[in-house]
């Protein structure tokens, strides 16, 4: 079964293919100028800082929807050795395996295809097991630091969290712009609150991820109106799911990632923020949200940090 008609003409008004010219392999990141990162520098009022990131720990947010996708198994390979002989200087050190996204993280542009293509028009089949993905890896997002923008839809509505059935649409997004007292300018990185990390804070891994609000199919056309840079929200599967259009699954991603070449983050642990924001009546700060450069990688864990 191929792609709806609905979904080709929201990708037709979206896609930034050959935007940033043929050999582009960081899509809307581009927007992140140096003039831009400055402004983004001038929002820092009080030094308050917000982590964002979920601690890695064995017993994570992955309850094993997707295969593979595992959380951080944590080893000591040696405690307290004595490397360079008796009464030397003893060395402690460990090791992890895990999935890259599965905790706080950033999608690669790669992490998902459709129609046989990745983002600019490659083709899917770029990405394969010896060399993973040979264009758009995490690694070539290099830094990301912009200014950040809270939407908290959540707090809009006057709710701790959206319920499950709910799609954020342009429309909740535009009632937070204005709660918020901000305005979305080209080069931000937009932090989407719905409140679902409520639940798997309060130990409900199942319930965190199914079923989620998340965002609507309409929303890739309002951030890409806006010139965003980047997207991250506090759920597992970033957008609603199941899915509000039936058996279309993951169209958000394919919309974001592949046509307008956007990177998206979940995971995000949007909750002191909210009540930072809040107390100080602002929703926009600088946002440090550095990726790990895995070569090749699809994803990439990311510790977070909002600065007010």
């Known amino acids: 079964m191929g792609l709806p008609a609905e979904f080709h003409d929201i990708a037709k008004r979206v896609n930034n293919w050959g ?32 982590p964002l990131a979920l601690p890695l720990k064995e017993d994570g947010v992955q309850a094993g929807l997707i295969p593979g996708r595992v959380n951080p198994l944590h080893t000591m390979v040696q405690i307290n050795q004595e490397l360079f002989g008796p009464g030397t200087v003893a060395c402690s050190d460990d090791a992890v395996t895990m999935g890259l996204q599965c905790a706080t993280h950033w999608d690669a542009l790669t992490h998902v295809s459709h129609s046989g293509k ?53 429309e909740d997004l535009a009632e937070a712009e204005e709660f918020g007292g901000v305005t979305v300018r ?30 609507s199919v309409r929303t890739p056309a309002w951030f890409h109106a806006r010139d965003v840079a980047a997207v991250a929200n506090d759920t597992l599967t970033f957008e609603i799911f199941p899915p509000e259009i039936e058996n279309l699954w993951l169209p958000v991603h394919a919309l974001d990632l592949v046509e307008m070449g956007m990177h998206q983050g979940q995971n995000w642990n949007l909750e002191k923020l909210s009540t930072a924001c809040g107390e100080e009546n602002r929703y926009s700060f600088l946002l440090s949200a550095m990726p790990e450069p895995f070569v090749g990688g699809v994803g990439t864990p990311v510790a977070p940090v909002a600065v007010l």
């Open 118 to 170: 990745i983002y600019n028009g490659r083709p899917a089949d770029s990405i394969t097991a010896h060399s993973r993905a040979q264009f758009s890896g995490i690694e070539k997002a290099g830094h990301i630091v912009s200014r950040g923008i809270l939407l908290d839809v959540a707090r809009t509505k006057g709710l701790d969290r959206l319920p499950g059935g709910h799609a954020v649409t342009p």
């Open 19 to 50: 935007r940033w010219g043929a050999a582009d392999e960081i899509g809307t990141l581009n927007l992140i100028t140096d003039e831009v990162v400055r402004a983004a520098a001038g929002e820092i009022r009080t030094g308050r800082r917000i």
């Open 186 to 215: 080209p080069g931000d990185i937009v932090l989407v609150r719905t409140g679902q990390m409520q639940v798997y804070l309060a130990g409900d891994k199942h319930g965190y991820g199914y079923p989620s609000p998340g965002l």
